[in-house]
């Protein structure tokens, strides 16, 4: 795949629920895609895939609200310390049983939503906001539109 090999991101896919079935290889391969299309290197990032109940309580704790979301980021705001070693990016979760009621009602499969969830989480540790300005969320939601539709293409061929 282009861009992925020359990243030099470290992801770690964390698979914390049991209910799904996940290609975990895809969602790594989707997240090192994307950090290396928008020019990201040598940082570290975590994908954490968990279930409802899970995840309720980290949107409970974290920002307050009450029941299941389907995608958190959490920004560890380090910048590179020292040349040469990656920085800290920071976690994106992902409720896996949320992201399944999501496909369903949209009509997709659950990589589908998985791929969507993990390029939105990630430009949100990126700095992009859609809750923002107009203006940003434009932004943002036209480079999670390009985006997965690259990668999606990109890990269809290869896990197809």
């Not at 800290?88 to 009509?107: F, H, K, Y």
Request: aromatic residues 4%.
């Amino acid at each position: 795949m282009r861009g992925e090999e020359d990243s030099h991101s470290a992801v770690a896919v964390l698979n914390r629920q049991r209910r799904l079935p996940l290609n975990l290889a895809r969602i790594q391969g989707i997240a090192k895609g994307c950090l290396s299309r928008l020019h990201v290197r040598e940082c570290e990032v975590c994908v954490v895939l968990v279930s409802d109940r899970a995840i309720q309580k980290l949107n409970r704790r974290y920002l307050g609200r009450r029941g299941p979301t389907d995608v958190l980021a959490f920004s560890l705001g380090e910048r590179r310390g020292v040349v040469g070693t990656p920085w800290m990016l920071g976690d994106v979760v992902i409720s896996v049983e949320t992201a399944s009621r999501q496909a369903r009602s949209l009509g997709g499969s659950l990589d589908e939503e998985i791929d969507v969830l993990v390029v939105h989480g990630l430009l949100h540790l990126l700095g992009y906001d859609h809750t923002g300005s107009q203006g940003e969320a434009r932004r943002m939601w036209a480079t999670q539109r390009v985006l997965v539709r690259m990668l999606r293409r990109e890990m269809d061929e290869r896990y197809s």
